[in-house]
Protein backbone atom coordinates (compact mmCIF):
# COMPACT_ATOMS: atom_id res chain seq x y z
CA UNK A 1 0.00 0.00 0.00
CA UNK A 2 1.37 3.72 -0.84
CA UNK A 3 2.08 5.58 1.98
CA UNK A 4 2.62 9.48 1.48
CA UNK A 5 4.27 11.27 4.19
CA UNK A 6 4.50 15.50 4.03
CA UNK A 7 6.81 17.59 6.13
CA UNK A 8 8.12 21.11 6.34
CA UNK A 9 5.63 22.23 7.85
CA UNK A 10 5.79 25.12 10.65
CA UNK A 11 4.58 28.66 11.64
CA UNK A 12 5.88 31.59 10.11
CA UNK A 13 5.53 35.44 9.23
CA UNK A 14 3.81 37.09 6.39
CA UNK A 15 6.50 36.96 3.49
CA UNK A 16 8.18 34.53 5.29
CA UNK A 17 9.05 31.13 2.98
CA UNK A 18 8.54 27.08 3.85
CA UNK A 19 9.63 24.03 1.69
CA UNK A 20 7.28 21.62 2.27
CA UNK A 21 8.21 17.53 1.08
CA UNK A 22 6.02 15.01 0.22
CA UNK A 23 8.09 11.22 0.28
CA UNK A 24 6.32 8.12 -1.41
CA UNK A 25 6.87 4.80 0.23
CA UNK A 26 7.00 3.51 -3.24
CA UNK A 27 8.89 4.01 -6.64
CA UNK A 28 5.68 3.04 -8.19
CA UNK A 29 4.77 6.31 -7.57
CA UNK A 30 6.82 8.22 -9.44
CA UNK A 31 4.90 7.39 -12.30
CA UNK A 32 1.71 8.74 -11.25
CA UNK A 33 1.02 12.54 -11.44
CA UNK A 34 1.10 14.15 -7.96
CA UNK A 35 -0.30 17.25 -6.00
CA UNK A 36 -0.95 19.46 -3.12
CA UNK A 37 -4.04 20.20 -1.50
CA UNK A 38 -4.80 22.61 1.24
CA UNK A 39 -7.77 22.82 3.90
CA UNK A 40 -8.26 25.58 6.19
CA UNK A 41 -10.66 25.21 9.32
CA UNK A 42 -14.65 25.46 7.93
CA UNK A 43 -13.51 25.31 4.73
CA UNK A 44 -13.73 22.92 1.23
CA UNK A 45 -10.70 21.25 0.14
CA UNK A 46 -8.47 23.45 -2.16
CA UNK A 47 -5.94 22.35 -5.13
CA UNK A 48 -2.92 23.98 -4.84
CA UNK A 49 -0.16 22.57 -7.14
CA UNK A 50 0.22 19.52 -9.10
CA UNK A 51 2.60 18.01 -11.21
CA UNK A 52 2.91 15.06 -13.75
CA UNK A 53 5.48 12.46 -13.67
CA UNK A 54 8.05 13.80 -15.91
CA UNK A 55 8.20 16.77 -14.59
CA UNK A 56 7.76 18.55 -18.23
CA UNK A 57 3.99 19.54 -16.89
CA UNK A 58 3.15 22.01 -13.81
CA UNK A 59 -0.50 23.88 -12.58
CA UNK A 60 -1.04 26.14 -9.63
CA UNK A 61 -4.12 27.68 -8.27
CA UNK A 62 -4.14 30.89 -9.09
CA UNK A 63 -4.07 32.41 -5.70
CA UNK A 64 -0.57 30.98 -5.30
CA UNK A 65 0.76 31.71 -8.89
CA UNK A 66 4.19 33.42 -8.71
CA UNK A 67 4.55 32.49 -5.33
CA UNK A 68 4.66 28.70 -5.00
CA UNK A 69 6.62 26.19 -6.89
CA UNK A 70 6.42 22.62 -7.24
CA UNK A 71 9.06 19.99 -8.05
CA UNK A 72 9.94 16.11 -7.70
CA UNK A 73 12.92 13.91 -7.39
CA UNK A 74 11.54 10.40 -8.58
CA UNK A 75 15.31 9.30 -7.13
CA UNK A 76 13.83 10.12 -4.20
CA UNK A 77 10.35 9.36 -4.10
CA UNK A 78 9.73 12.95 -3.46
CA UNK A 79 7.81 16.04 -4.51
CA UNK A 80 8.05 19.65 -3.01
CA UNK A 81 6.24 22.30 -2.94
CA UNK A 82 8.55 25.73 -2.11
CA UNK A 83 6.38 28.24 -0.81
CA UNK A 84 7.50 32.19 -0.97
CA UNK A 85 6.15 35.26 0.03
CA UNK A 86 3.64 33.96 2.70
CA UNK A 87 0.45 35.27 3.18
CA UNK A 88 -1.76 34.35 6.29
CA UNK A 89 -4.28 33.78 3.84
CA UNK A 90 -2.12 30.85 3.11
CA UNK A 91 -2.69 29.09 6.61
CA UNK A 92 -3.72 25.67 6.41
CA UNK A 93 -3.46 22.28 6.33
CA UNK A 94 -1.46 20.96 3.49
CA UNK A 95 -1.34 17.39 2.10
CA UNK A 96 0.04 15.84 -0.60
CA UNK A 97 -1.98 13.38 -3.19
CA UNK A 98 -0.92 10.64 -5.71
CA UNK A 99 -2.79 10.00 -9.17
CA UNK A 100 -2.41 7.07 -11.12
CA UNK A 101 -3.30 7.35 -14.87
CA UNK A 102 -4.06 11.01 -14.99
CA UNK A 103 -2.98 14.57 -15.50
CA UNK A 104 -1.67 16.90 -13.72
CA UNK A 105 -4.07 19.24 -15.09
CA UNK A 106 -6.85 16.59 -13.78
CA UNK A 107 -6.12 17.00 -10.02
CA UNK A 108 -6.50 20.38 -10.58
CA UNK A 109 -10.72 19.83 -10.69
CA UNK A 110 -12.83 20.30 -7.60
CA UNK A 111 -14.66 16.63 -8.14
CA UNK A 112 -10.91 15.21 -7.86
CA UNK A 113 -10.39 12.25 -6.24
CA UNK A 114 -7.78 9.43 -5.01
CA UNK A 115 -7.09 6.94 -2.86
CA UNK A 116 -3.74 8.05 -2.44
CA UNK A 117 -3.57 11.05 0.30
CA UNK A 118 -1.09 11.77 3.17
CA UNK A 119 -2.43 13.34 6.34
CA UNK A 120 -0.98 16.50 5.45
CA UNK A 121 1.16 19.14 7.20
CA UNK A 122 0.21 22.52 9.02
CA UNK A 123 1.46 25.74 8.01
CA UNK A 124 0.63 28.95 9.55
CA UNK A 125 1.52 32.55 8.64
CA UNK A 126 1.44 35.16 11.03
CA UNK A 127 0.63 38.84 10.06
Same mark, same amino acid.
Given at each position: ???L????????Q?????K???????????T??M?? $???S?????? $?????N??????????????? $?????????????L????????????Y??A??P??????????? $??????????Q?????
Open positions: QVRVESGGGLVAGDSLLSCVASTHTITNAGW $FRRPGKERQ $FVAAIWSSTSTVYADSVKGR $FTVARDNAKNTMYQMNSLKPEDSALYCAAGTTAQAMSVPT $FSTHYWGRGTVTVSS
